[in-house]
């Protein structure tokens, strides 16, 4: 089983800089990739960007060249650097891990509990 905690949540102006964090501790050798998901009122969960172990990185479009995702293995922590944030990024943030179950086929999907982020106009 995976646990994921979240923290770096908060409130920033626009055009200001936030970094969430996303610790993850017991089964992480079944972790495939890790990635951001946030959640606006009243709308889907989405993915933000994502990275596999081997550290290849995916983005949605409207967050690509503000946004960067990295990982830090040593740690076990999946970061999202937020520069340039806009009121529209203003959601819950989840971290998200596909993980491998040992004899298992298939990926289940692990998630954080979330962390508020509100950029105010």
């Known amino acids: 089983q995976v646990r994921l905690v979240e923290s770096g949540g908060g409130l920033v102006q626009a055009g200001g800089s936030l970094r969430l964090s996303c610790a993850a501790s017991?089964?992480?050798?079944?972790?495939?990739?890790m990635g951001w998901y946030r959640q606006a009122p009243g709308k889907q969960r989405d993915m933000v960007a994502t990275?596999?172990?081997?550290?290849?990185?995916n983005y949605t479009d409207s967050v690509k060249g503000r946004f960067t995702i990295s990982r830090d293995n040593a740690k076990n922590t999946v970061y999202l650097r937020m520069n340039s944030l806009k009121p529209e990024d203003t959601a819950v943030y989840y971290c998200q891990a596909a993980v491998s179950p040992p004899g298992t086929v298939g990926l289940v999907d692990a998630w954080g509990q979330g962390t508020l982020v509100t950029v105010s106009s």
């Open positions: 017991g089964s992480i050798f079944s972790i495939i990739a």
């Open positions: 990275i596999t172990n081997g550290g290849s990185t």
